[in-house]
């Protein structure tokens, strides 16, 4: 089955700077990789997604790219603020199969203001 | 407007009582999904609904168990919580499965067992 592994576990940096987390995957056959965003408590939010027909997406500071050859995505955060800090998880399926969500291990963001 | 409610938002319950968390959805989704997520870890999936079709997770404990009775209602039954069950489950509902569609998630409950 797929197997998402997620780094790193935990990330600081100060406001302002940029922060990328980085999943690999291991099924060719993946083909939906959605970003979650969990703070402290809360329901996980989608805040990003991209297909395998697209290789980066964006929304204005959060971007996502993705290498099919290499199976791995990552996600791109700029200009970041202490709103950020959170838990953001990555995640692949497909479209055969168990079709099911395989998350990675999550990554623990902190901005420091 | 919440779209993918669940009730409680915290359940407290005693070892080996049984306990039902309860999911409710206004999206009109076809799939409904349960999962338990522990502090720190990744949501794990126990089992999804796709319209009536149940799909349990080939490591779901027997002790968990879920009904659909309708589109947008779904039950997670735990029959004998353990002290290890003690964790934040989450709805999540989505239109299909696979790579097309996006997940939605409840805000959870979160789970305590005395």
């Known amino acids: 089955g797929e197997n998402v592994e997620q780094h790193p576990s935990t990330l600081s940096v100060q406001e302002g700077d940029s922060a990328v987390i980085k999943c690999t995957y291991s099924?060719?056959?993946?083909?939906?990789f959605p970003w979650y965003k969990q703070e402290l408590g809360k329901r996980p939010q989608l805040i990003i997604d991209?297909?395998?027909?697209?290789g980066e997406k964006k929304d204005q500071r959060i971007a996502v790219t993705l290498n099919k050859t290499a199976k791995h995505f990552s996600l791109h955060i700029t200009e970041t603020q202490p709103e950020d800090s959170a838990v953001y998880f990555c995640?692949?399926?497909?479209?055969?199969?168990?079709?099911?969500?395989?998350f990675g291990s999550g990554t623990r963001l902190q901005v420091q203001p | 407007d919440a779209m993918v409610i669940q009730n409680p938002r915290y359940q407290v319950t005693q070892f080996g009582k049984p306990v039902t968390l309860s999911c409710s959805q206004t999206l009109n989704h076809n799939v409904m999904y349960w999962y338990q997520q522990k502090s720190s870890q990744a949501p794990k999936l126990l089992f999804h609904y796709y319209d009536k079709d149940f799909n349990n997770e080939a490591d779901t404990p027997d002790n968990f168990q879920s009904r659909r009775p309708n589109t947008s209602f779904c039950f997670l039954d735990i029959r004998s919580p353990g002290l290890g069950d003690a964790a934040m489950y989450l709805c999540?509902?989505?239109?299909?499965?696979?790579?097309?569609?996006?997940?939605?998630f409840g805000p959870g409950t979160r789970l305590l067992v005395l």
């Open positions: 991209i297909r395998s027909n697209v």
């Open positions: 999540a509902t989505s239109r299909g499965r696979g790579g097309q569609e996006t997940q939605y």
């Open positions: 995640a692949a399926t497909t479209d055969t199969g168990r079709r099911a969500l395989t």
């Open positions: 099924d060719s056959a993946s083909n939906y």
